[in-house]
Nanobody
């Protein structure tokens, strides 16, 4: 059964860092674009970052450029999101998703994890 499981969320102070991980089971990530999305309370789900199947290409939402870094380890069937210089507005549930395209549109994703909560607060 195809599953994506996120981990690494938690409470962090403004300016702090967190590293999220998404582990796939039941299939290989090798051929898929992998993306991170987030959804804050009362807001629509928004794309954060995507990475190509080989890791050679990435894209980011303007709001996280220079602060977040996406990476993947196909041997470990894992995609990660390193989040630095976190701000209160980064508070959201973070989801990983897979796709055939490096799109930051939720409608372009084919499968989703259940999410991990990130709270940035002092």
């Amino acid at each position: 059964q195809l599953q994506l499981v996120e981990s690494g969320g938690g409470l962090v102070q403004p300016g702090g860092s967190l590293r999220l991980a998404c582990v796939a089971s039941g299939f290989s990530l090798d051929n898929y674009v992998m993306c991170w999305f987030r959804q804050a309370p009362g807001k629509e789900r928004e794309g954060v970052s995507c990475i190509s199947s080989t890791g050679g290409f990435t894209n980011y939402a303007d709001s996280v450029k220079g602060r977040f870094t996406i990476s993947r380890d196909n041997a470990k069937n894992t995609v990660s999101l390193q989040m630095n210089s976190l701000k209160p507005e980064d508070t959201a549930v973070y989801y990983c998703a897979l796709s055939w395209v490096r799109s930051l549109r939720p409608d372009d994703m084919h499968h989703w994890g259940k999410g991990t909560l990130v709270t940035v607060s002092s």
